[in-house]
């Protein structure tokens, strides 16, 4: 039992590099620094100044512009006297209707549902690890949130929007809405999330599936001595 | 570098692919669950090389089709006209918006194609055991990993022009069924450079200098 909480104090420390393998041992980071992999170059730590409370903040703010986002209309378009306006979810319908509903859901996923389920699932994960230790289910929420993030393409969308704006500019007259401003907020709040975000903050506060409980962050150093005794 | 780095594997131990969590597997041939949380272990990414092929050689097939059917239907008047994905951007550059028509060329038509030459150039090179550079190959890799996302750019400027297009009887734009190939190359390459494990290539490399020594 002693021999296996010494080898968990020392997990903490050496990492393998999940690009390339590399067995290294973490430096003590400033808040704000950096660790790369000594080999690949990946990143394997980043300490930020906020770890927690600035994500949900940020979060907080993206789960408000989501909304605006999805319900005011992207663009209108106006042509010899008639009017039309697209909002994102009008556009996957506008497709489907049109008989291209795989695509239809493709369209959906990439740029409502994979936001919507990052966004909604981070939430949960940092509101629930402001109690540690955090129950199981925080890890398999964060694992599926940090799943939609290659799926999830705001900024693909508004390039697209321009595009399609362009486009129709030929032959109508076309408008930007307000939902495309917040898409626009969109682009910016992802980033800004994923940088201020460290995910092994939350897996330090989470409840081990073996039973273990973590160390509380404060009380380290205890723990530590703890486990050399 | 001359002496064979010590990866987690040589040394006998496995990191989480969830959580990162570097732990002492079970038994060499089942490394069993992660004690933190709970996901399944494993050295490498099950299956690897295989599931990569496999998407590979689908989207191949389907990058075909997503270039030759047309995209989009633009009926106007009683004239219909399609347009096919290399139209829509001889569209974009004879209207004069030339750095558009030049950032979907490459968003639609280049970088699918060289996300499916670059995966295939990576897998061969893990199969034969070529180490050949590790560090190009890994930056290779991530270029293919971070770029995939724009290609989808193409789908979403369908969707809204046929979304805000529709002025019936006078004008309206109907999809074509090139979009939905289209749309699955782009799913289809994401997937596989997510089932690609990078860590295969420093094996690949690391297996080579071991023969050698």
Redesign the interface.
Known sequence: MRNSKS?QAT?LE???C??????QQLPELPPGGKARCA??Q?TLAIRGTDPLDRPLALTLAAAIVLIVANTAP??G?S??G?Q???TIL??????WV???E???L??AF??VIAPAVYILFMLAVLLAVRRPPAP?WV??LL?WGNSML??S?SE??I??????L???A???T?EPGIGMYAVGGLVVLFPAIMVSFD??EV?KR?K???G?VPPLPGAREEGGAEAGR | MTAIALTAARAGLVSCETCDLLSRPASAAEPGYCPRCGAELAWRRHGSIQTTWALVVAAAICYIPANVLPVLTTNALGSSDSDTIIGGVVFLYTSGSWPLALIVLIASVMVPLGKLVALAYLLIGVQRGRGGNSHERTRLYRMVEFVGRWSMLDVFVDTFTVALVQLQPLMSVEPGAGVLFFAAVVVLTMIAAESFDPRLVWDAAASREGQHA
């Open positions: 080898e997990s050496t990492v393998a999940p690009e390339c393998d590399l067995l080999r690949c990946h992207l663009m378009l042509a010899v008639r039309a306006s697209t009008g556009g996957a319908y506008q497709m049109q008989g291209q795989i695509t239809a493709i369209v990439c740029s199981q890890g398999e694992r290659p799926w393409m693909v969308m390039l697209g929007i321009l595009v399609a362009i486009k129709i030929e032959l109508a076309v995910s092994q897996w989470v081990w599936a073996d273990r």
